[in-house]
Nanobody
């Protein structure tokens, strides 16, 4: 079992920045890839970014590429999402997730999920 707790969400104006954090606990050693997904109101959950255990491999959706940066601290079992140049369309609940194996953008390959943190970007 793995527990994931997100934090750092909030209300920000367009063009602003936020840093999301996700704390992992439990049997995390098997779950090498950590990722962020998001779900906007009335829309399906979508992939945002993922990072490998070493941090050497990262993946981003086209919509956030160049604006968001994912990172992790394995000593603390944490993953972060630095979000810059935020847009109103980034408004969503952001979820942290983990999976075994390689980085992937496929939602159903992820094994454990957090409860989410709300990000609201005002225009």
């Amino acid at each position: 079992q793995v527990q994931l707790v997100e934090s750092g969400g909030g209300l920000v104006q367009a063009g602003g920045s936020l840093r999301l954090s996700c704390a992992a606990s439990g049997h995390t050693f098997s779950f090498r890839t950590m990722a962020w997904f998001r779900q906007a109101p009335g829309k399906e959950r979508e992939f945002v970014s993922a990072v490998s255990w070493s941090g050497a491999t990262t993946s981003y959706s086209d919509s956030v590429q160049g604006r968001f940066t994912i990172s992790r601290d394995n000593a603390k079992n944490m993953v972060y999402l630095q979000m810059n140049s935020l847009k109103p369309e980034d408004t969503a609940v952001y979820y942290c997730a983990v999976k075994r194996g390689a980085v992937s953008s496929t939602e159903n390959l992820y094994d454990y999920w957090g409860q989410g943190t709300q990000v609201t970007v005002s225009s």
